[in-house]
């Protein structure tokens, strides 16, 4: 990664979930810490269904996971100053058989993916969704971030078709994951669990 110096201090002490020497205690991770959204593009890391739907005038994307949702509109531009939020500002449009994602006006907190990759709020995220073929969606990303890295960095994902078209309902909430400490970790939580 073209990291700053900035993003390589952030880096520092930044501890997931799982893996090597993590663990619930010691994860620094905010989505697992104080179940905070997972922020984007994070959540398309998150295994479990989403959907995409377009209407005349917009796209909307659907993620099971903490049933989150964002609203692309078409051949629009950006807001002159978006606030910044888990999500982003997103707007989009087609350029051939490929949807083009623009997305700005991101909090800082979220974590790119679940090792901790930082972002500043000059994240700047450019997805090209496309079909490569009947059972394949492929989004090849480009990011930009003066703060956090040197120069404009890619990155792609794949995703198969699910011809199962329910979702269910996956939420995290704080009190989930203090019952979980509790039941499976043998933790005394250090607030009251809400039942």
Known sequence: MPYTAWARERMKGQVGGSGGESDFENATDPALKYADPLGFPRQYQHPTKFKIVQTDDHVYQFWEWNKVWRQIPLNKPHADDPDNTWYGESVGKWEGDALVVDSVGFKDSTWLDGVGHPHSEQLHVVERIRRVDAETLRIDFTFEDP?????????????????????????????????????????????????
Request: charged letters at 30%; zero cysteines; hydrophobic letters at 35%.
């Open 147 to 195: 703060v956090a890295y040197t120069r404009p960095w890619t990155a792609q994902h794949a995703f198969r078709a699910v011809h199962d078209d329910t979702m269910g309902e996956t939420i995290t909430t704080m009190s989930d994951e203090l019952r979980y400490r509790e039941r499976f970790l043998n933790q005394k939580p250090p607030i009251p669990i809400r039942r």
